[in-house]
């Protein structure tokens, strides 16, 4: 796991499984779980069932056009529901200084 998902959250498969759906976001084309375990420095074998796991559920896909997992469609709901509205009114992150 990557340490930037370990600093940001303590539950080791929930900071994984978010640093994996960063690394596809931030892909150009869709990313391989082997790739993804090579980014989130990860064993690739954790990997895999945090990258099936979140593909049953519907936030990542392998469409037959691209060689890899992309963001699917819940992780694009989410990321729906963020409209700019909604980001005035959210709070600081905890870890700023209040």
């Known amino acids: 796991m ?9 539950e080791r498969g929930l900071g994984l499984a978010l640093d994996i759906l960063e690394q596809v976001a931030r892909s150009d084309g869709g990313l391989s779980a082997a790739e ?7 064993a690739r ?20 056009d691209v060689s890899g997992f992309v963001l699917g469609p819940r992780a694009r ?3 729906d ?3 700019e509205s909604r980001l005035r009114v959210l709070p600081r992150p905890l870890t700023e200084d209040v």
């Open 2 to 10: 990557s340490a930037a998902a370990v600093e940001r959250l303590p």
């Open 36 to 42: 993804i375990a090579r980014h989130v420095r990860a």
């Open 45 to 64: 074998a954790t990997v895999y069932r945090v990258v099936n796991a979140l593909a049953r559920d519907g936030y990542l896909m392998r469409p037959d």
């Open 77 to 79: 709901d989410l990321a």
């Open 81 to 83: 529901a963020m409209d």
